[in-house]
């Protein structure tokens, strides 16, 4: 069994560039969902993809934008970067679209907004 | 909305002493609430949840509905526990995980 997998793991970007993050779901897994922890907070909801259909949003501006493919991989993009997009960026794979099921955790991409 | 409260950023005990992680909440529907753990270098990963009713590496969680909390808690605390907490709140459609801002846990010898 193949774990939640985010490339790349570390990222420098200037403010108003674009941003593409990746992350594998866990084999068996069809639900992605994205996280952004900035330093010393908990991770922050941003949206949940389920069949490649986002599948709910947290408080986040419409330049936060992700994509589901039909392997279940998905990506986060972030446009016009802001200073304060600095942080880690996390995704979660689970096996069912809101059914409840436990959300296993990627190791995070670490994205810096100069 | 929902919110989820942790009052401590830090808790230091030593090791053989009994810890409370305190957790607070606020949700209009009916909650399912977690614990999370980061140990040093590694993913954030489930610890526990409160339907399950089970202990995990000897930490329980017993949700209060009347106090809005969900405090982790074990009674005797050995060094491997040192790691960072988030206490986290699903909503009732099951899509979304509001955490709290952790707590450190260290616990020394």
């Known amino acids: 069994e193949t774990g939640v997998t985010q490339s790349p793991t570390h990222l420098i970007k200037t403010r108003g560039q674009q941003v593409t993050l990746r992350c594998s779901s866990q084999?068996?897994?069809?639900?992605v969902s994205w996280y952004q922890q900035a330093l010393g907070q908990g991770p922050q909801f941003i949206f949940q993809?389920?069949?490649?259909?986002?599948?709910g949003r947290g408080n986040f501006p419409p330049r936060f934008s992700g994509l589901q493919f039909p392997n279940y991989s998905s990506e986060l993009n972030v446009n016009a970067l802001e200073l304060d997009d600095s942080a880690l960026y996390l995704c979660?794979?689970?096996?069912?679209?809101?059914?409840?099921?436990?959300?296993?955790f990627g190791p995070g991409t670490r994205l810096l907004v100069l | 909305a929902q919110r989820v409260t942790q009052p401590e950023k830090l808790l230091s005990v030593f090791k053989g002493a009994p810890v409370e992680l305190k957790c607070n909440y606020s949700?209009?529907?009916?909650?399912?609430l977690f614990w999370y753990v980061q140990y040093s270098r590694q993913r954030l990963q489930l610890l526990l949840r409160?339907?399950s009713r089970e202990s995990i590496k000897g930490f329980t969680a017993d949700l209060n509905k009347g106090e809005t909390s969900f405090h982790l808690k074990k009674p005797f605390a050995q060094e491997e526990d040192s790691a960072m907490y988030y206490c986290a709140l699903r909503n009732n459609a099951g899509n979304m995980l509001t955490f709290g801002g952790g707590t450190r846990l260290m616990v020394k010898p």
């Open positions: 979660a794979s689970s096996s069912a679209g809101g059914g409840g099921e436990t959300q296993y």
């Open positions: 409160h339907i």
């Open positions: 949700y209009s529907g009916s909650p399912e």
């Open positions: 084999s068996g897994h069809n639900t």
């Open positions: 993809y389920y069949r490649e259909e986002e599948n």
